[in-house]
């Protein structure tokens, strides 16, 4: 059984730059949530994906986009990146968008906006 | 307005004794509490949960209790070890949208 994996695994860009980082999802797990965690904070919840469905969302600006495709796999977009982008990209996969599903996260993605 | 608080950024203790990690929050719609463990470089890890309908939930070395009247959870680590050093993540589930709403982290140092 394969783990969450994210790539890349660093990334730097600059200000106004476009930006899309992806991950694969647990083997049997059809629901996929994205975190960003700034230097020192917990993991803020961007968005979820449940059967290629936007199941909910954090208070991120529309410039923060997702996509999950038919094998569960999953894309975030970041558009127009700001310095405050900055941050660690998690991505967390789980059995279904539920009470007491217990999410399992990726390595994450560094981001780095000059 | 921070709805899961780790209110203490760092502890250390000494192998072999007892850590206590401890998380306050403010949501009485929480009803599902998780901890996550963070190694450097890596995404955290999944250690422990506990629902609502329980005060108490252990596994192993490792034992969560939840007081729901104080709005109030603490992690448990007995005996410590050098290997359980990193930062610990409480996180609580909405049960209206299902989001995860994690705290601030606790950076964990256990003393060989």
């Known amino acids: 059984e394969t783990g969450v994996t994210q790539s890349p695994t660093h990334l730097i860009k600059t200000r106004g730059q476009q930006v899309t980082l992806r991950c694969s999802s647990q083997s049997g797990h059809n629901t996929v949530s994205w975190y960003q965690q700034a230097l020192g904070q917990g993991p803020q919840f961007i968005f979820q994906?449940?059967?290629?469905?936007?199941?909910g969302r954090g208070n991120f600006p529309p410039r923060f986009s997702g996509l999950q495709f038919p094998n569960y796999s999953s894309e975030l977009n970041v558009n127009a990146l700001e310095l405050d982008d900055s941050a660690l990209y998690l991505c967390a996969s789980s059995e279904v968008a539920g009470e007491g599903d217990t999410q399992y996260f990726g390595p994450g993605t560094r981001l780095t906006v000059l | 307005d921070q709805q899961v608080k780790q209110n203490s950024p760092s502890l250390s203790v000494q192998e072999g004794r007892i850590s206590i990690l401890n998380c306050d929050y403010t949501?009485?719609?929480?009803?599902?509490f998780l901890w996550y463990k963070k190694y450097p470089a890596e995404g955290p890890t999944f250690l422990i949960s506990?629902?609502?309908?329980?005060d108490k939930n252990e596994d192993g070395r490792f034992t969560v209790f939840l007081n729901k009247s104080a709005k109030h959870l603490s992690l448990h680590i007995v005996p410590s070890q050098p290997g359980d050093s990193a930062v610990y993540f409480c996180?609580?589930?909405?049960?209206?949208?299902?989001?995860?709403?994690f705290g601030t982290g606790t950076r964990l140092k256990v003393l060989a």
């Open positions: 994906y449940y059967r290629e469905e936007e199941n």
């Open positions: 949501n009485s719609m929480f009803d599902y």
């Open positions: 996180a609580a589930i909405d049960s209206g949208t299902y989001k995860y709403i």
């Open positions: 506990i629902s609502s309908i329980k």
